[in-house]
């Protein structure tokens, strides 16, 4: 990698670094998980710099989601992992915010993986019906399915009225 290509990676990495890390955390539920796949698909998207054109981005994503789901596919084979919740937003961010985003996290955990890769894709980083086909390599009907799936199923492990007793 020459000098300007460096550069630019830097300046890639700065911009676009936090999105990573946090769309892998969302699809992993683990910080330690997520910031491997970021650093994988950070190593990936580098090697591949020079050639890349249009949305390095995009690119490094789909080596994030393709990482995720190969761990996905592994870890079927071990026994499960048990959620650990050490790794929570700071209290600063409110106690009910501090409960709901643990409660979210540890909800997208017992979703499918395809419906969570979806549904972080579709509701987190905002992307179109027929762009999350696309980086998750099935149909757009697919997409509007497992969404659809995924957020009844959230409906019941996450309580609808954030007002609750639990959240105060």
């Known amino acids: 990698m020459d000098t300007k290509d460096e550069a630019e990676f830097r300046e890639f990495v700065a911009s676009c670094g936090s999105r990573l890390l946090r769309t892998a955390f969302l699809l992993t539920g683990d910080r330690g998980h997520a910031e491997d796949l970021v650093q994988l698909a950070l190593e990936r ?7 890349l054109a249009g949305s390095p981005e995009a690119f490094a994503r789909t080596v994030l989601l393709h990482a995720a789901t ?12 048990v959620f650990d919740d050490v790794h929570e937003p700071s209290i600063a961010d409110g106690v009910d915010q501090l409960l709901l985003r643990r409660d979210l996290v540890a909800a997208l955990q017992q979703l499918p993986s395809q419906q969570r890769a979806a549904l972080v894709l579709r509701y987190f980083l905002d992307l179109s019906e027929k762009e999350t086909a696309r980086e998750l390599d099935i ?4 997409v509007k399915s497992a969404v659809s799936r995924a957020l009844d199923r959230l409906r019941t492990l996450v309580p609808a009225d954030l007002n609750q007793e639990a959240y105060r």
């Open 45 to 51: 998207t580098a090697r591949r710099w020079s050639g």
């Open 70 to 81: 190969d761990r996905w596919r592994r870890r079927r084979a071990r026994v499960q992992e």
């Open 139 to 142: 149909s757009v009907g697919t």
